[in-house]
RNA sequence: GGCGCGAUAGCCAAGCGGUUAGGCAGAGGACUGCAAAUCCUUUUAGAUCAGUUCGACUCUGAUUCGCGCCUCCA
């Protein structure tokens, strides 16, 4: 399976040859966990979780890692504000990030490290670069990266450093930086920093989020490897700064392909916080939706173009749902039933859809593709598909189900139902028999009332679980 | 100012130089006591103006509108 992504680097889709065979690793730009990530952010992770899980289905085996950035500006500020130590803050922060991950269905990264247990590593990277010349100290006692000393900066925004002066923020500038271009690695320990400071041989203060990546992603990927991903915000200056820290201090290539996501819009503008117009996982499943439902919504763009997030595309997507789970229902019964073969077969739409992902994710496509096949499975079901026939297409459903990560399998099996909603439909059965419309659709109402849909047919009366 | 992205039917959203994207909603039909759910069928496109071409939603140029990044926002 030949696979292609787009890479921010060279700006155009290329083929994707990992640098060790059958292996692969990916350093995805984690959460700053001094608030609840809202659905904007988990866009990216999805799109990652969508990233790995093809690779996985093409056959590589993959090592993601995702940091924790813990110690940073809004993590501090958040601690002091509420008069606790910094870990104490960040801990629930990181806790409701992993359990929302949870309810996406976002397949955990191999590594997720937080900065505050990697400070060696990147006190490490900050003394090369101190010995090459390329990191000076400033009169606050912040250590800064000289951009002047790595010529190819800007390579991957394909920004003119002479064009960065024209930027209107140039009056915002408050350190003592040799050169407009310069970041600091090294944040010199003020007041406002209270306790949360960590001591070096060029003074005591915490490390830049910048180096925080290129430490973390160098300790557990090497110093080079195959994929960079983040948001589309984090390609200048984050991921530009990384590069320029890791080449300089190893003189290797550091990534060989990056990937950005585009931003969840809301009312055509970017979901931030800074903007307010976002909204955050449990806000919505406080509303009733559900992680699968957001997943399918946030996975039914393609993750290099701009989704506009409303709450009918939420709805759209529980009913869209709802027909792959009876599709899969149907076949999952007649999978069961002791029926002769005869040779029926669902057609395979299952290389329409590997196509679709391989072609840098082009997961609108692969919806597509498993829609088609919804409608296949339930023509052939209708031709009297044949147990083997439907197990085969259960089969292909729960391939594609390896990279979309959406379809409930079994929902209906071994569902107990309990004894009063038993007693309620045979209730209604007998209502109906004796043709006392009123009371059997007061029956049906309550029934539904309690989570439960009655369907009517040749066959009787059946019961489902209402889907989510 | 610099760099870059986009404009597709009621809504969301893809591919493609000529042949059905897909989902939701809407309509018709099957099923039903009526429904619901489900299944089948199906209407509505390509911002504007030029150009290239036998042929353009798809390529080129311009215009209009919208969006992102430009020192720590996924």
Redesign the pocket.
């Known amino acids: 399976m030949e696979l292609s992504f787009y890479n921010s680097l060279t700006?155009q889709q290329e083929p994707f040859h990992s640098l060790k065979p059958h292996q692969v690793g990916m350093y995805s730009?984690?959460?700053?966990v001094y608030n609840y990530?809202?659905i904007?952010?988990f866009?990216?992770?999805l799109f990652e979780d969508l990233l790995r899980r093809t690779l996985e289905f093409a056959g590589y085996k993959v090592t993601q890692v995702m940091n924790l950035?813990d110690v940073?500006?809004?993590t501090i500020r958040g601690s002091q504000a509420k008069q606790m130590p910094l870990a104490d803050y960040t801990r629930p922060y990181i806790e409701s990030f992993f359990a929302d991950l949870k309810a996406l269905n976002v397949e955990p990264a191999e590594v997720y490290p937080p900065a505050t247990a990697h400070i060696p590593e990147m006190k490490q990277m900050i003394q090369v670069l101190f010995d090459k010349g390329i990191a000076y100290k400033s009169e606050d006692g912040s250590v800064y990266f000289s951009v002047d000393r790595f010529p190819s900066y800007g390579r991957l925004?394909?920004?003119?450093r002479s064009?960065?002066r024209?930027?209107?923020?140039?009056s915002?500038?408050e350190y003592e930086k040799e050169?407009?271009?310069?970041?600091?690695i090294w944040?010199g320990w003020d007041e406002k920093d209270g306790d949360v400071v960590w001591e070096a041989p060029w003074g005591k203060g915490r490390p830049?989020?910048?180096l925080e990546c290129s430490a973390m992603s160098m300790k557990y990927l090497g110093e080079s490897f195959d994929l960079h991903t983040?948001?589309?915000?984090?390609?200048?200056?984050?991921h530009e700064n990384e590069i320029a820290q890791a080449e300089a201090v190893t003189g290797k290539p550091f990534v060989q392909t990056w990937m950005?996501?585009?931003?969840?819009?809301v009312n055509?503008?970017?979901?931030?916080?800074?903007l307010g117009n976002?909204f955050t996982l449990r806000d919505l499943l406080d509303k009733g939706y559900s992680g699968r439902e957001i997943r399918y919504?946030l996975l039914?763009?393609?993750y290099?173009?701009?989704?506009?997030f409303?709450f009918?595309?939420l709805?759209?997507?529980r009913?869209?749902l709802?027909?792959i789970d009876?599709?899969v229902d149907?076949l999952t019964a007649r999978a069961g039933e002791a029926q002769e073969e005869n040779g029926v077969r669902v057609p395979s739409s299952l290389e329409a859809f590997a196509h679709?992902v391989a072609?840098d994710l082009?997961s609108?496509?692969a919806?597509?593709a498993?829609?088609?096949f919804?409608?296949a499975a339930?023509?052939a079901l209708?031709a009297g598909l044949s147990p083997v026939g439907a197990k085969l297409a259960l089969e292909e459903f729960a391939q594609m189900d390896r990279v979309l990560g959406i379809i409930t399998f079994g929902r209906n099996v071994n569902q107990a139902v309990p004894a009063e909603i038993q007693a309620l439909a045979a209730e209604r059965l007998k209502a109906?028999a004796e043709?006392n419309?009123?009371e059997?659709?007061r029956l049906?109402d309550l029934l539904?009332e309690k989570g439960w849909?009655?369907?009517?047919?040749?066959e009787g009366q059946t019961l489902?679980v209402l889907a989510k």
């Not at 983040?230 to 984050?238: A, K, Q, R, S, V």
């Open positions: 700006r730009c984690g959460p700053t990530a809202h904007g952010n866009r990216a992770y950035t940073d500006d809004k925004a394909h920004l003119d064009q960065l024209s930027g209107v923020r140039i915002t500038d050169s407009f271009g310069d970041f600091a944040k830049g989020w910048h983040g948001g589309i915000d984090n390609l200048f200056p984050h950005h996501c585009a931003h969840l819009r055509g503008q970017k979901m931030s916080k800074s976002f919504v039914g763009g393609h290099r173009q701009p989704l506009n409303t009918d595309a709805s759209a997507a009913a869209a709802a027909r009876e599709c149907a679709a072609d082009n609108p496509e919806f597509s498993l829609f088609a919804v409608r339930n023509a209708q109906r043709k419309w009123s059997s659709d049906r539904a849909q009655v369907r009517d047919s040749k489902k």
